[in-house]
Structures are given as structure tokens and as C-alpha cells.
Nanobody, 115 residues
Framework: QVQLVESGGGLVQAGGSLRLSCAASRSIFSPNVMYWYRQAPGKQREVVAAITSAGGTNYADSVKGRFTISRDNAKDTVYLQMNSLKPEDTAVYYC?????????WGQGTQVTVSS
């Protein structure tokens, strides 16, 4: 199975920005969908954004207009640009890929937004 490694998390003030990256250990079979999920303490893991291998995107209502998902297929990497961050965006963010090869998860990266 492909391995995913996230990076880019950290501590930021409300209104600030962060860019998360998720790099795959090898090329991902197509068609595939890459996701960003997040899980806040005491809450269920939720989908934040998704992008297909063809470039189609979808977002949770809570992040529309603030977050942008993108991918670089040549680098087997997916990104999440997060702008206008709010304290309620605080969570561990996980990368996930679903492909004919199965489903793989990254280890997660912590994003903390202070008020």
C-alpha cells in the first residue's frame, strides 16, 4: 500500500494561514480520490476536502471559500491551503487516498488556531 506523509501543521493565530502537504511514497493508481480529513478532540473524524485524479474538488460547507485543495500528480502530492483560519479549525488533519490499490492514511498533522 502507498504510504502518506503529512507536513505543514502548526500553531497560528485566528485569521492566519497554513499550507498542509501530503506526499505519497509512490505513484497512485488512477482513478483515485485524495482527501483531507480532520478530527478535533472529542469529535468524529470529518471530511474537509477532496480532489479526484481528474482535478474535481469538493469541500465541507464549514471551509468553503477559505480552504483550497490542490494536487501535483507529477510529485504525487496533495495540498490544503487554509486561509482565514478560525479556532474551530483546530484539529489533527489527516490525508487519505482511495484508489484501485485500496485506502491509505497518513499519520496526521496538528493544526492549532489561537483566538
Amino acid at each position: 500500500q502507498v504510504q502518506l506523509v503529512e507536513s505543514g501543521g502548526g500553531l497560528v493565530q485566528a485569521g492566519g494561514s497554513l499550507r498542509l502537504s501530503c506526499a505519497a511514497s509512490r505513484s497512485i493508481f488512477s482513478p483515485n480520490v485524495m482527501y483531507w480529513y480532520r478530527q478535533a478532540p472529542g469529535k468524529q473524524r470529518e471530511v474537509v476536502a477532496a480532489i479526484t485524479s481528474a482535478g474535481g474538488t469538493n469541500y465541507a460547507d464549514s471551509v468553503k471559500g477559505r480552504f483550497t485543495i490542490s494536487r501535483d500528480n507529477a510529485k504525487d502530492t496533495v495540498y490544503l491551503q487554509m486561509n482565514s483560519l478560525k479556532p474551530e479549525d483546530t484539529a489533527v488533519y489527516y490525508c487519505n487516498v482511495k484508489s484501485p490499490d485500496g485506502s491509505s492514511w497518513g499519520q496526521g498533522t496538528q493544526v492549532t488556531v489561537s483566538s
